[in-house]
């Protein structure tokens, strides 16, 4: 991914007000970043840890989006749970549920989509193997590291694709 700055993160919003854009706390030591290694930019909001927001780099520039974590999803500790994006098997609460308003008129009258995403946002350094699963839980799988990277990202596009299908008419 290409580095981003504070301005383009918040102009990349489709599904939230400028203002919301705004307020939006970004990742600290922004320039620092592993930007080679990162396919998206995911992040919990430092000041507001139940929000969350991811940025990728899709046909006409950057695409942001505003999540909620969903509160009070009982997770085992004996069993793991599988992100949708990167496919990385966690233990506990590794994994998160992510809701993002709609873009558009849908995100306005309430319309949300949702997906279970590793909850730090870090599925490229897991994707990778430059990070690793509190559990140490890992699927051997005969994929390349090209090839999972190419999944993960075909993943969150179908994920980003259902968020700005409205996006015709989106508040910006």
């Excluded at 930007?35 to 695409?63: C, H, I, K």
Aim: proline share 6%.
């Amino acid at each position: 991914m290409n580095p981003l700055t504070e301005r383009q993160i918040r102009d990349s919003f489709v599904n939230c007000s400028k203002g919301e854009a705004r307020r939006a706390g970004l990742p600290p030591r922004l320039a620092g970043l592993p930007w080679p290694q990162l396919d998206f930019l995911g992040w919990r909001d430092p000041g507001a840890p139940e929000r969350a927001y991811l940025v990728a780099e899709r046909p006409g520039g950057p695409v942001g989006v505003a999540l909620r974590v969903a509160q009070d999803v009982r997770r085992s500790f004996t069993k793991s749970t599988i992100c949708s994006v990167c496919l990385t098997p966690h233990s506990g609460a590794g994994v998160a549920l992510f809701a993002a308003p709609r873009a558009g008129e849908r995100g306005r009258q309430g319309d949300t989509v949702g997906a279970y995403m590793c909850a730090d946002l870090a599925c490229s350094l897991y994707v990778r193997g430059l990070k690793r699963t509190d559990g140490g839980i890992r699927l051997e799988e005969s994929l390349t590291v090209e090839e999972r990277v190419l999944r993960a990202a075909a993943n969150l596009d179908a994920f980003l694709e259902k968020v700005v299908a409205d996006r015709a008419g989106a508040a910006r």
